[in-house]
């Protein structure tokens, strides 16, 4: 919004491409005349996963995409699902890999079961246990692999790269007693590691 960004950084943003990287020098002036220019550096990134689709593996939950990058899980009841983590790159990207103790900016949605049981599981179709596509959602931001994030996402994300979108099928003991079995659809948006 202009009145965090400043009219003239905002209406640069407005027609900002992915991938453009922005330098915003904001001297002193007026009441803070005499205190230090804030310099600010914005890469603009896609807000959704951009990159080779993958197959989905039969029996799993098929993902489509609305017009907006957000995805739709569609569920059926009749197939179990996995007992185990099971993770499926839908769309491969060619950004930075995720490795242990990177820093990651992802979009995300969730969908649960009430029951996580291996017999039996009933879905609450289209009940959203979570998401951060709405546009007053920021997107998730955490370290991956060292204990911060959800344990799927921590063993699920390593080796995923920038621009894809991972499916991940998480057992209840992964996840969130009582929530039975998740299926996340994760876009990973920017990866960052730090200089060894």
């Known amino acids: 919004a202009p009145e965090f960004l400043g009219n003239d950084l905002y209406n640069i943003l407005l027609t900002a491409r992915v991938g453009t990287r922005i330098l915003s020098i904001a001297p002193s002036l007026g009441e803070f005349t005499g205190e230090p220019a804030i310099?600010?550096?914005?890469?603009?990134?896609s807000n959704k996963a951009t990159g080779e689709k993958v197959p989905v593996s039969p029996g799993l939950p098929q993902v489509t995409?609305?017009?907006?990058?957000?995805?739709?899980?569609?569920?059926d009841p009749s197939k179990p699902l996995?007992?185990?983590?099971?993770?499926?790159?839908?769309?491969?990207?060619?950004?930075i890999q995720v490795k242990k103790g990177s820093?990651?900016?992802a979009k995300f949605k969730a969908v649960y079961t009430t029951d996580g049981?291996?017999?039996g599981k009933s879905w609450k179709a289209g009940d959203i246990q979570q998401s951060s596509w709405p546009p007053q959602q920021a997107p998730f931001r955490d370290q991956i692999g060292v204990g911060k994030a959800l344990k799927a996402w921590d063993e699920g994300l390593i080796d995923q790269t920038?621009?894809?979108r991972v499916m991940l099928i998480?057992?209840?003991?992964?996840?969130?007693?009582?929530?039975?079995?998740?299926?996340?659809?994760?876009?990973i948006l920017a990866?960052?590691?730090?200089?060894p």
Request: aromatic fraction near 8%; charge should be negative; avoid cysteine.
């Open 39 to 45: 310099v600010i550096v914005i890469d603009v990134l």
């Open 65 to 75: 995409s609305q017009s907006t990058g957000e995805p739709d899980i569609a569920l």
């Open 82 to 95: 996995p007992v185990e983590l099971k993770i499926s790159t839908l769309i491969r990207g060619d950004g």
């Open 103 to 105: 820093y990651i900016v």
């Open 117 to 119: 049981s291996a017999g």
């Open 162 to 164: 920038a621009g894809s």
């Open 170 to 187: 998480v057992p209840e003991a992964w996840g969130y007693p009582g929530e039975g079995t998740l299926v996340y659809v994760i876009d």
């Open 191 to 195: 990866v960052f590691n730090e200089a």
